[in-house]
């Protein structure tokens, strides 16, 4: 499985951006897809996730202002940042998981200007 992370960029904040994540290879719509980020001097954390289900969910500092969503025929996630802020700069990496696996995409960036 390969995952390919596209849509980085600088904005100002308040702006917007939409990362995508391409899957190829042995790819279910089961699989758990997640977004990751990592800023200077911090460890990872978890931004978002869905299941193969549909079910979201957001880290509290991103809700309301972030969409994770999956298209199981593309095997495509993608993730729509709105209103961003400077806090959200980041590396983010995309990021699937299944019973006894896990994927990382590279990682794409995303800087916030205020």
């Known amino acids: 499985v390969q995952l390919q992370a596209s849509g980085g960029g600088s904005v100002q904040a308040g702006g917007s951006l939409n990362l995508s994540c391409a899957a190829s290879?042995?790819?279910?719509?089961?699989?758990?897809m997640a977004w990751y980020r990592q800023a200077p001097g911090k460890q990872r954390e978890l931004v978002a996730s869905i299941s193969g289900a549909g079910t979201t969910n957001y880290v509290e500092s991103v809700r309301g202002r972030f969409t994770i969503s999956r298209d199981n025929v593309k095997n495509t996630v993608n993730l729509q940042m709105n209103s961003l802020k400077p806090e959200d700069t980041a590396v983010y990496y995309c990021?699937?998981?299944?019973?006894?696996?896990?994927?990382w995409g590279q990682g794409t960036q995303v800087t916030v200007s205020s």
């Open positions: 290879g042995s790819i279910f719509g089961r699989d758990l």
């Open positions: 990021y699937m998981r299944r019973p006894g696996y896990a994927y």
